[in-house]
Each structure stands twice: as C-alpha cells, then as structure tokens.
C-alpha cells in the first residue's frame, strides 16, 4: 500500500483503520476471522469499497463469530447473496464458511498457554518470510493467494510494511506496542 501513510490519515473512511487498526497486534478469535474475511473480500476490489460495507458486513455476518459462520447453512447463503449492503460474491461467501469451519478444528491443534485456536497457529509458526506463509496459508485455508495472507499479515503485525518509516502510526507502534515482526528481527529474523 505505497502512499497509504500520505493519503489515508485524516481522510474519512480510512483513517480510522490506518490510525488506530492497520499493522496493530491482534489476538482475539473474531477480530482475525474479521480481517481475513476484508482481505477475502478485496480480492479484485478497492479496500476503500471493504472499509465502506464492513459495518454491514460485520452486522451481516454475526460479528464474524466463527462459530456462527462456520453453521452458515444455504438459507444463509441466499441471504447474504441478495444483501446488496455487502460484498455479494459467492465463491468468496462460500470460503469464509469453509474457513470458518477450519479455524474451528484449528482450535484442538494449536494451543499454548494464553493463546488458542487461529492466534495460537499464528505465534506457533511465526516468524515466517511472506512466501512461507503463503504457502502454509493455502494448505489450511481457501482463497488465500499471496496478497490476500501478504496484507493480512501485515494489518495484524506478523510481517513489516504496513506504515513508512516517517508515518506516526510507525513511531507509535514501535514505542508502544508489543509488534511480532519487529520482536522477530529483534531476534535476528530476515524477512527478506
Ligand atoms: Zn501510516
């Protein structure tokens, strides 16, 4: 996202995410349901469309509860494909209830002591390059191609280049926030 840091602060639909959302840490189950699903959702479109329906999209798809999506039977299917407040693709529709069920059986594989679940399989395999990620992605969810799993993991910290060096958001995150990329090349990880 070059010359999101210029154009996106103070601007009204992204501000809020790039001020307060892109490249911040993020553990709980919903929240990386959520994200994964606007990075689903983009795929072909402008991020500004998905910034601009995910109220509804949130509202329509039960706050993103993964076990609620993950229940998702053809009545739901129906409905979300004529709710013209959302992002109406079926094969996109289609993977987040499949990848809802997979971050479900997820749940009894990866478990540590604080984490479990999709945040638990994020920190066990972290610190990966982005193409290593790509391909751990596709073997255990679908429509997840290399920009996809690249800008999800960059918006929750777990790969650099959300935000220019000279960006506050930058400063921020670096003096205050517990970020997973720069604890790993803190460590001596080469992400390229
Ligand atoms: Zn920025």
Known sequence: MSGYCI???????????????YGFPLTTEHEL?????????QAGLSWEIVLKKRPRMVKAFDKFNVNKVAAYKGADIKRLLADE?????????????ENAKRLIAMRDVYKDK?????????????PLT??????????HFKFTGGEIVGEFLMSIGYLPGSHAENCPVY?????????????????GFKYK
């Open 7 to 21: 154009k996106a602060p103070g601007h009204e639909i992204h501000a809020h995410y790039h001020n307060e959302q």
């Open 33 to 41: 349901f959520e994200r994964l699903c606007l990075e689903i959702f």
């Open 85 to 97: 407040g959302i992002i109406r693709n079926r094969l996109k529709v289609q993977a987040i209830i």
């Open 114 to 126: 604080a984490l479990k679940g999709f945040s638990a399989f994020l920190s066990y395999h972290h």
């Open 130 to 139: 982005k193409t290593e990620w790509v391909k751990l992605f596709k073997k």
């Open 171 to 187: 400063k921020r995150l670096k003096k205050e926030y517990d970020v997973p990329w720069r604890n790993a090349e803190k460590k």
